[in-house]
């Protein structure tokens, strides 16, 4: 390999590395809105009234029975067209841009929040209830119940969950290159596409989500070790 | 909602050519990517050192890196490469290495064999030790042990995760349309490009994707009871096991 053309692989570096730190940002992003929705999600299961349970239902179950990539492409047409139609509803003129970036973390955060609640719910069936009831004995509103007794007691149990969702999440920021917003995948796509070294580019993508996801590996063993502190036997 | 499009025959072909592929391609990734993934096990398990630290490498890989990345890697990075090898184009083998259905097996079989490797061989561990000791008590020799109890034990504690895999199978099989082959997204995109509908193929196959996730529980589930040797598993309450 002569040297220009070295030189024309090199000038991709600085786009690489600028769409990798988009894929963190939408991922960190679309991860905490998931998680919220995925909290949202699982009360809703678990709530005493029918209809908000058979909507947490619904939601989890629809969302994690059909594919992924077909969700992003429907949900991208559908999220652009509902929001610009409210937001002529508002009364507001012409058309409504909205970013890719917004469309991505919205999107993956919808599906993320789906499986988040089923690892929720299943983290918060298993706390013991005599600690709930513990909880109420000494007097705990629901909401500090809820935030004192309910989270905490749970994290050990979601936490498992709550990492392969993560990697999953990483991996499937990957999608969003299909509706074209330029994340990492995206920009490997453009690199390999003009420089016709589709070998070299691939695999430094592949190198560089390992990077990613094998970081995080090592980020989620040490906060499993401080949601499990003052646990014994393990 | 307009769905008048699917009375024209040649939606129709669309569409169910898109369907027998997604199913060639999940039955044909799923077998061949299931034995793959009882030899990664074994091969961590029993294999000599240094084949197992290559096969950990694999599986890290694989399961560290995007569905979507892997297949353009084999499609476009690997496939572009393979022309360039003297003889490959006047080998016989030449019409499958140019077909988009290769790529997207080849990727899915490895994918299956990483992912479903890394269950197997956790469940091959947990097999009680005493249960393997019995059969060389009995006499049996070390392939008899293997296929006769180790895999069969193996495989009874990890079929309802493997239901999981193979559903997570199935709604990769969208990956493809990406590579040109036609599944049934393909299909919707090309209807979507020609009657200018965007909702309804989409949400078409939305439903087809629901319908064939439930046969495919409901058919696990149908394996997982009557495989030798299964408890009774009590009516489960969730069809749909999570990601």
């Known amino acids: 390999m002569d040297s220009t053309s070295n030189d024309s692989l090199l000038a991709w570096t600085g786009p690489i590395l600028h769409g990798a730190v988009t894929t963190v940002e939408i991922a960190v992003l679309a991860y905490a809105i998931g998680l919220a929705l995925g909290l949202i999600g699982a009360s809703a ?4 009234w029918p209809a908000l349970r058979a909507l947490g239902t619904g939601y989890s179950t629809l969302v994690r029975a ?20 409210a937001y002529a509803a508002l009364g507001g003129v012409g058309q409504l841009a909205i970013g890719g970036f917004t469309t991505a973390v919205g999107v993956l955060a919808f599906v993320q929040g789906a499986y988040m609640t089923e690892v929720f719910r299943g983290a918060i069936l298993a706390i013991p209830r005599g600690q709930l009831e513990a909880a109420d004995a000494y007097g705990f509103s629901r909401i500090s119940r809820f935030r004192r007794i309910v989270i905490p007691a749970m994290l050990p149990n979601a ?20 509706i074209g917003f330029e994340e990492l995948f995206f920009t490997v796509q453009q690199a390999a596409a003009s420089t016709r070294a589709y070998f070299v580019f ?6 560089l989500y390992l990077v990613m996801t094998l970081g995080s590996n090592a980020l989620f063993a040490r906060a499993e070790r401080h949601v499990r502190r003052g646990q014994t036997g393990t | 909602m307009d769905f008048s499009w699917l009375t024209d025959p040649f939606y129709q072909r669309y569409l169910w050519t898109g369907f027998v592929n997604t199913l060639w ?16 096990a074994l ?6 050192r240094p084949l197992a630290l290559v096969v950990r490498g694999f599986t890290t890989v694989i399961r560290g890196t995007p569905l979507l990345v892997q297949l353009f890697f084999f499609y476009d ?29 080849l990727t899915f079989t490895i994918s299956v064999g990483a992912y479903s490797g890394e269950v197997i061989r956790g469940a091959l561990l947990s097999v009680p030790p005493g249960e393997l000791a019995a059969g060389r008590a009995f006499g049996l020799s070390r392939w008899q042990i293997l296929y006769r109890l180790w895999l069969p034990r193996g495989f009874q504690l990890c079929l309802p995760t493997l239901t999981g895999e193979m559903i997570l199978l199935l709604k990769s099989v969208p990956l493809v349309s990406t590579i040109a082959m036609m599944d049934l997204l393909k299909a919707a995109n090309l209807v979507r490009d020609e009657t200018f509908l965007v909702y309804e193929p989409l949400l078409l196959i939305a439903g087809i994707y629901l319908a064939m996730t439930l046969v495919l529980t409901a058919a696990m589930r149908l394996v997982e009871t009557r495989f030798p040797g299964a408890r009774p598993v009590k009516p489960r309450r969730r069809w749909l096991l999570p990601g």
């Open chain 1, 45 to 48: 299961r678990l709530s005493p």
């Open chain 1, 66 to 85: 059909v594919p992924e990539l077909l969700l992003i492409i429907l949900l991208y047409y559908a999220g652009s067209q509902a929001l610009t139609a």
């Open chain 1, 159 to 178: 936490l498992p969950g709550m990492s392969n969702l993560w990697l999953i999440l990483v991996k499937d920021t990957a999608l969003v290159s299909v």
């Open chain 1, 202 to 207: 691939y695999a430094v993508a592949g190198a």
């Open chain 2, 25 to 40: 391609l999940v039955a044909v990734s799923g077998s061949l990517g299931l034995a793959l993934a009882v030899g990664v």
């Open chain 2, 43 to 48: 091969a961590q398990i029993r294999g000599p």
């Open chain 2, 77 to 105: 990075g690997v496939g572009r490469l393979l022309p360039a090898i003297p003889g490959v184009q006047e080998s016989p083998l030449w019409p499958l290495l140019r077909d988009p259905f290769f790529y997207g097996a």
